[in-house]
Nanobody, 113 residues
């Protein structure tokens, strides 16, 4: 596993949370990186992705609420999540956008009052 997600936790509806994805330099500089999430009993789904040169794309309900960014000094990709909803509760993973590596444990985000 070359990419490790962290930063999950419990947050109230309407709140914000920032997830971080630590990578090695070689993975970071030459790959598009994405955030995925998985709901209980469901397939893992794409949330957002950022290209090696910084172009970001978002899927579904992440549009307008989530922001993906790269920290070139720390080889880290962040996912800023605002206006969180209970339906955002899931395990969040980061990985290469194309030809993913093995999956880590992810980080659990729980949105609940």
């Amino acid at each position: 596993v070359q990419l490790q997600a962290s930063g999950g936790g419990l947050v109230q509806p309407g709140g914000s949370l920032t997830l971080s994805c630590a990578t090695s330099g070689s993975v970071f500089t030459s790959n598009d990186v994405a955030w995925y999430r998985q709901f209980p009993g469901k397939e893992r789904e794409l949330v957002a992705a950022i290209s090696a040169d910084g172009n970001a794309t978002y899927e579904g309900s992440a549009k307008g609420r989530f922001t993906i960014s790269r920290d070139n000094h720390k080889n880290t990709v962040h996912l800023q999540m605002n206006s969180l909803k209970t339906e955002d509760t899931a395990v969040y993973f980061c990985n290469k956008r194309w030809f993913p590596d093995s999956w880590g444990q992810g980080t659990l985000v729980t949105v609940s009052s």
